[in-house]
């Protein structure tokens, strides 16, 4: 009995003077100079915060809540008692928003997002139907899926005010102009992505490149050099006519080193809608050089001076998927192949017309989104200078002297009824991509550029207290 009650005495005791330490420790932090702290981890507060932002505090953002946090994250766990003095900076001033944020580069709609907007039939433009209030908050949430809460974009695109209507028009399926290619006469094999290009004999002899002038670019050509003959092919990369209308193949033509009389046309122009990659004489072809007018070029004797486009009408083949083919298929005669013309192939096309969407007219606009609540938002409390603004006074762009000079009368024709005191964010361009912000104040009947106030120092003072254990705020003259 004695040993337990000597055991609780011991822990009274023990009791007693933690008790009293933790009194004493805090009136004798009290009562010592505190230390003093200036305060620049900004960045460390809520990324979307204004300080965080902008690097200072203001009234509606003010620096107690702010430095609690960050003292309580930076020094948990501190002497009951102890006091710290922060020094920070603040301005005596609010905006709507954040002008250091909205001064930013702008983000244009793309034609990729326009086709997202109304699928394969589309146009450049949002319109009554497609608004743009609408499509442009999901462009934004695909592009930026890890937007912050408070974010900003300027978004530049095409609005109508009538929709489109659907037409014929003219469309591209494939082209090639060789001018992606370098070479001479006998020079590298053609090799066109998704092509086949091959002899099927023995003979090496194949379509190479052919760079003639600077006029011409590059081509492609039946060598004719001392290889023998063979069977020498071209088949393009399949081409889709599935959506094409009136389907025209055309290219340009030349016939070189035509040496007798009573030698033979030796090259073919050929379609097949079915082609296994490997060998096309496993394929069907339907012959189209005749048609072409292939035959009827000029022959010369030496390099082809005599150009022509040749084209041919393919309504055969609306709706399908096709291949074209170049032959060129010589008698397989060893040594010096005098009997070979010369053939120079350029500027392959095959187009046609598709539905396409057209609108009469569009203009383009400039626009503010805010992520809030995660979802894009118009921000419609700013005014964004438009290109009839621009046009208006005179320039494309400006610096901040020209805008405080020139936005201020340009506000008075654009809003109404303003209020004494009413501000106003305007954001102006000052190069092509480049947007800047900055505040307008309404007094005495006009507009004028709202100056921010000097930035001053400011000192909070903060204790860790007992028994919360947290940094608070107290009185400075504590």
């Known amino acids: 009995m004695k040993r337990i009650l000597f055991i609780l005495s011991i822990s009274i005791v023990c009791l007693y003077t933690v008790s009293c330490r933790k009194d004493w420790n805090e009136e004798d932090a009290l009562s010592q100079e505190s230390e003093t702290i200036s305060f620049v981890d900004y960045k460390a507060l809520p990324k979307t915060s204004f300080p965080a932002l902008n690097g200072y505090f203001t009234p509606l953002n003010e620096a107690s809540g702010f430095l609690e946090e960050w003292l309580n994250n930076k020094r948990p766990g501190a002497k009951i008692g102890e006091v710290v003095s922060i020094t920070y900076d603040y301005m005596d001033y609010d905006h709507p928003d ?26 450049e433009s949002f319109t009554p139907s497609k608004p743009a209030a609408t499509e442009i908050p999901l462009i934004l949430k695909r592009h930026y899926p890890d937007a912050q809460e408070g974010a900003y974009r300027i978004v530049r695109y095409h609005q109508s005010e009538v929709e489109p209507t659907v037409e014929l028009i003219d469309h591209v399926v494939y082209s090639e102009d060789f001018s992606t290619f370098n070479g001479s006469s006998g020079g590298a094999k053609v090799a066109l992505p998704g092509a086949f290009n091959d002899n099927l004999t023995t003979s090496t002899r194949s379509w190479h490149i052919y760079v003639r002038n600077e006029d011409w670019g590059a081509a492609m050509y039946s060598n004719y050099n001392s290889n023998a003959g063979g069977d020498a092919w071209i088949v393009l990369p399949q081409q889709d006519l599935t959506s094409v209308q009136d389907a025209v193949f055309s290219f340009d033509f030349g016939v070189g080193y035509s040496r007798n009389p009573g030698e033979k046309d030796y090259v073919r122009v050929m379609i097949t809608e079915e082609f296994d990659g490997q060998n096309p004489l496993n394929s069907t072809w339907t012959d189209i050089t005749t048609e072409l007018g292939v035959f009827d070029v000029p022959k010369e004797t030496g390099y082809p001076a005599t150009i022509r486009n040749l084209q041919a009408n393919l309504p055969q083949y609306a709706g399908k998927k096709i291949y074209v083919a170049f032959r060129s298929q010589l008698p397989l005669l060893a040594g010096t192949y005098a009997m070979s013309e010369y053939y120079v192939v350029d500027n392959l096309k095959l187009s046609g017309k598709i539905e396409g969407m057209s609108i009469a007219s569009s203009e383009e606009v400039y626009q503010v989104f805010k992520y809030h609540q995660n979802e894009w938002q118009v921000l419609n409390s700013v005014y964004v200078l438009q290109p009839s603004d621009y046009q208006g006074i005179g320039k494309e762009f400006m610096t901040p002297e020209e805008a405080h000079e020139l936005i201020s009368p340009l506000l008075t024709t654009r809003i109404s009824d303003p209020e004494e005191g009413e501000k106003k964010t305007v ?45 608070k705020e107290i009185d400075l003259d504590l």
């Open 98 to 123: 954040s002008l250091n944020n909205l001064s930013r580069e702008m983000t244009v709609v793309q034609t990729e997002d326009y086709k997202e907007v109304w699928g394969d039939l589309f146009v």
């Open 427 to 471: 954001l102006y361009k000052q190069d092509n991509t480049q947007f800047h912000a900055e505040n307008y104040v309404y007094t005495s009947g006009q507009w004028k550029y709202d100056a921010a106030p000097p930035m001053e120092k400011r000192t909070a003072k903060f204790r860790y207290t007992y028994p919360d254990e947290k940094w």
